[in-house]
């Protein structure tokens, strides 16, 4: 079974890495791709829609694992004086 594991930092580092090691022993490939101080909020920086799509279309996983805080590394603008 094919597992997709993507996220920010967390995915990137340590927690990706053991999740990485450990899901062979129980019958899973895993496929990971982490990318630091990612998020949803700023695809001018990491569009994770893109590189998902790309990813899935490449490996076809069974399991789509998805790990992304709460906030961005990156700065949000305010547009037009809005919040």
């Known amino acids: 079974m094919e597992v997709l594991l993507l996220g920010d930092s967390n995915i990137y580092g ?3 890495k053991e999740i990485q090691r ?3 022993a ?3 490939h895993v496929v990971r791709r ?3 101080t990612s998020g949803l909020a ?3 920086f990491f569009d994770w829609f893109d ?3 790309e990813l899935i279309g490449r490996y ?7 790990m992304l805080g709460g ?3 990156q700065r949000l603008e305010r547009v037009n004086n809005q919040p």
């Not at 076809?60 to 998805?66: A, E, G, L, N």
């Open 14 to 16: 340590a927690l990706g």
């Open 22 to 24: 450990a899901l062979p």
């Open 26 to 28: 129980v019958g899973f």
């Open 34 to 36: 982490g990318k630091p």
């Open 42 to 44: 700023r695809p001018d």
């Open 51 to 53: 590189t998902a799509r």
């Open 60 to 66: 076809r996983p069974d399991v789509v694992i998805v």
């Open 71 to 73: 906030n961005d590394g």
